[in-house]
């Protein structure tokens, strides 16, 4: 994951119509684009495959992922993995270390604070 192409800007602002299979199929793996936000949140959509970052955690922010297509693993310290298929979501709690990783080309929705550095912070 060495070339994780993150894009920060709000691409389609408020009052956009949203085409997430759309802008999904649009990508590689190894993308990640700031759909929206809403408040303080960033709406983020990521096209993955294999290990996206190593084990890290977020001090200050929760975070929420949501398989658009695919499937994804989110080992969580001290418990069993999260494996997550189309429709299903997780949210990992701020300071709670983890570790995602798609099998296989996965689509997912994150909603985040904007803070959020998406490949983690110690």
Do not use: C, S
Not at 53 to 82: A, I, N, Q, S, T
Not at 107 to 117: C, D, H, Q, S
């Amino acid at each position: 994951m060495e070339n994780y192409d993150i894009r920060y800007d709000d691409k389609y602002g408020q009052l956009t119509h949203i085409d997430l299979a759309a802008e999904g199929a649009a990508h590689d793996p190894w993308f990640n684009q700031t759909l929206t936000t809403v408040n303080d949140y960033a709406i983020r959509l990521a096209v993955i495959d294999g290990r996206l970052v190593d084990w890290h955690k977020h001090e200050h922010e929760d975070e929420f992922f949501l398989v658009l297509e695919g499937r994804l693993e989110l080992e969580v310290e001290g418990r069993e993995p999260f494996v997550l298929g189309p429709d299903q979501g997780v949210t990992i709690p701020r300071g709670i270390v983890h570790r995602p990783h798609a099998l296989g080309r996965t689509l997912v929705l994150m909603v985040e604070p904007a803070t959020v550095v998406p490949t983690g912070n110690d």
